[in-house]
């Protein structure tokens, strides 16, 4: 299954210095999820999130997960996020990645 997104917003940024930055952006974004066998699923999505009126500066998230049904409720994902931000607070990076596990019950039907 291949999704696609393309959208409006706003986001306002309340600093610690006390000033606030507001403005539109445009998001643009994809996902994938195919089953690799009755117990198993594997999703790809990747996600930007761009000032309207300066392209240059977005930031953007990958993740790749792996998800394997262990009991009818039961299941483990593990997944790889790489988020990236054009421009990033002085001292930090541009691109950050994470990889984590996690257990999931279901619940409901």
């Known amino acids: 299954m291949l999704t696609a997104e393309l959208g409006l917003g706003y986001v306002r940024d309340d600093l610690s210095t006390g000033e606030t ?11 994938w999820s195919r089953k690799m066998h009755d117990d198993t699923e594997v999703r790809q999505s990747i996600a930007f999130l761009s000032s309207i009126d300066d ?28 988020s990236y931000d054009s421009r990033p607070v002085p001292g930090t990076e ?6 984590a596990t996690q257990l999931g019950y279901a619940f409901g039907e």
Not at 21 to 31: D, H, Q, T, V, Y
Not at 64 to 73: F, Q
Not at 94 to 99: A, F, G, H, K, L
């Open 94 to 99: 541009r691109s950050d990645y994470t990889v």
């Open 21 to 31: 930055e507001s403005n539109g952006k445009l998001r643009i974004g994809e996902s």
């Open 55 to 82: 392209l240059s500066d977005f930031t953007s998230e990958f993740v790749l997960a792996l998800t394997n049904r262990l009991r009818d409720r039961l299941s483990l994902t593990v997944k790889f996020v790489n």
